[in-house]
């Protein structure tokens, strides 16, 4: 743990059209929980209100990759997701690991950056044993803070109603997220990358065209925007500075790019495995590495 961060808790690609990005990502070969409503806290301390979104995770043992939908237009939306969807939908979201979020606040508001509090989120889930509540905690950093992600800690209350077993088997043998690309306009950069050593308490390393920072348990590498076709050759730019790519570690990445490929998207090839561009995974560029 570093500085009270374990890792990644998960990420989020936003889209308004959740039955197509489910599609798409089943047809990867990741299995997906149930669809869940959310209920949602406008604050710190507000009771949690139903939202205008809903969600299905591809699920690991220490994190889990969120399709994120807005599903009704006519409901509140005290997260305000719509707001972040009319700037742009695909991969807009990164959460880290934390076991206290009330500790993860103080975190980020001791590094500087301004932020939500402590707030509240629930969702029912089905379980074995039949429906069950969800409970997390999270802390949103503002997003003026950070325009390359919507950045956030969040911790479970309930982690055995996410992380349940029979989700976390997946036909393309993923294991969990190896790394999160987040790319920077060269005005952007050194802040970025400094804000993101503040939280890990530690410096950056090099690495060819990419900077290296781990958080705990989650690698984060960052490239400038500049050097971004070295790394992404041809790949969408939603903005100056964004999140790009993640990493997913599976057990044989030559079974599953097969897996990928017959389900109907192309892959090229990439260090230790394969890649499928952001075009075709709603946003979100992915590289699967053994």
């Known amino acids: 743990m570093t500085n009270g961060i374990n890792g990644f808790h998960h990420t989020g690609i936003l889209t308004r059209d959740l039955d197509e990005l489910e599609r798409r990502y089943a047809s990867f070969g990741f299995t997906l929980s149930p ?130 077993p029979r989700y976390l088997g997946h036909k393309n043998g993923a294991r969990g997220i190896g790394a999160v690309l987040i790319v920077a306009a060269a005005a952007e950069s050194a802040a970025i990358v400094d804000r993101y050593a503040r939280l890990a308490g530690r410096r950056p390393v090099r690495e060819g065209a990419r900077t290296v920072l781990q958080i705990g348990s989650a690698r984060i590498e960052f490239v400038d925007s500049a050097d971004v076709e070295d790394v992404l050759p041809g790949e969408p730019a939603p903005a100056a500075s964004y999140l790009a790519a993640m990493t997913i570690r599976v057990e044989d990445p030559e079974r599953a790019r097969e897996i990928v490929e017959s389900g109907g998207t192309a892959t090229r090839p990439a260090d230790g495995g394969f890649f499928v561009s952001a075009r075709d995974a709603g946003g979100a560029g992915l590289f699967f590495t053994g």
Do not use: K
């Open 35 to 164: 669809r869940s409503r959310h209920l949602l806290s406008a604050g710190p301390g507000a009771p949690p209100v139903p939202g205008c979104t809903a969600n299905r995770c591809a699920l690991f043992e220490d994190s889990y990759i969120e399709l994120l939908g807005i599903v009704d237009d006519t409901a509140p939306d005290p997260w305000h997701t719509r707001a972040i969807a009319a700037e742009y939908e695909g991969f807009r979201l990164l959460n880290l690991d934390t076991a206290d979020a009330t500790a993860a606040n103080d975190l980020l508001r001791g590094a500087g950056l301004r932020t939500s509090g402590v707030l509240d989120l629930e969702r029912e889930v089905d379980t074995a044993d039949g429906p069950r509540v969800m409970r997390a905690r999270a802390v949103h950093v503002d997003p003026e803070s950070t325009p390359e992600a919507r950045l956030g800690l969040a911790q479970h209350l309930t982690r055995e109603y996410v992380h349940q």
